[in-house]
């Protein structure tokens, strides 16, 4: 949410909505967690509950079956929450023009420049498909 901004602030969510309407749209069974949604205001909360909310979401993308990272920028939170899901042997998706970052390279099982191509992808896709064929060799 903070992305790399060096003061209190949110990067621009608007990504949030246009995620989850391609991935309901297409796969309407679907179960989606919003992190934003689940802690509103969390940019000013103090230092308790920032490390309550910060590691509720992270354990939250390691219960996923699909983690769906946007990163136009780096961003710390998401990286947590991409180490936990790999770690747990879940399936990441990234959307970020960092494509040739080694971290987003290493845990991703997809990689989308923007959001378009996202959205492209998959209205063409299963995800159950997904969870089977690209399944993170990694898992515990």
């Keep these: ?33 919003d992190p934003f949604s689940a802690f509103p205001g969390s940019v000013e909360f103090d230092d308790r509950r920032a490390k309550h909310a910060l590691f509720t979401m ?10 769906i990272a946007y990163l136009p920028e780096a ?6 929450e991409m180490v936990r899901a790999y770690d747990n042997g879940k399936t990441i998706l990234s959307i970020s023009a960092l494509e040739e970052n080694w971290f987003i390279r290493a845990v991703s099982a997809k990689i989308f420049t923007s959001l378009d191509e996202f959205e492209a992808w998959i ?12 399944a993170n060799p990694n898992a515990s």
């Design 123 to 134: 209205s063409q896709t299963q995800l159950s498909e997904l969870l089977t064929d690209q």
């Design 1 to 33: 949410m903070q992305g790399s901004i060096t003061g209190k602030g949110i990067q621009g969510q608007g990504y949030r909505q246009m995620i989850s309407d391609a991935v309901k749209t297409c796969h309407p069974e679907a179960e989606i967690y």
């Design 58 to 67: 992270a354990q939250e993308a390691a219960a996923a079956d699909i983690l």
């Design 75 to 80: 961003s710390m939170g998401t990286a947590l």
